[in-house]
């Protein structure tokens, strides 16, 4: 496990980091800037899917199935904000954010940290 805390705590650091963006993508549409707020989540869920690459291998080690189930969960909410994205649908793409995707991240990112804990004290 040695050879993953690195992976572990920057994909911690990562996962923060989308947070804030998820977060900041709620304002922008609130500000009627539906542009930018699409540009920031093509960001967010390149971001999203290489913190899952990165701690693809450490999961498997650990033998983690429920941060699997949950970033399972998160992608489908991502896939819903990328539909209402689509059809220009912005009071949808609040909606699944505000009740779907950012709980479903914070669930993650909690997963993540109950995963890695035993791993990053020292």
């Known amino acids: ?23 900041h993508i709620q304002k922008l549409i609130g500000e009627g800037k539906h542009e930018q707020s699409i540009l920031l989540f093509e960001d967010v869920l390149l971001a999203y ?11 498997r080690e650990l033998g983690n199935d429920t941060v699997s189930a949950q970033q399972a969960d998160v992608s489908k909410a991502a896939e819903l904000v990328v539909s209402a994205f689509e059809e220009k649908n912005y009071a949808k793409v ?17 997963e993540f940290e109950k995963a890695f804990q035993p791993y990053l004290v020292s």
Request: negative net charge; without cysteine.
């Open 49 to 59: 899917s290489t913190i899952g690459r990165s701690i693809d291998s450490v999961i």
């Open 94 to 110: 609040q909606e699944v954010l505000q009740f779907t995707l950012i709980p479903q991240f914070k669930k993650l990112t909690a």
């Open 1 to 23: 496990m040695e050879k993953y805390i690195e992976v572990m705590k920057k994909s911690q650091e990562l996962a923060e980091t989308v947070l804030e963006g998820l977060q």
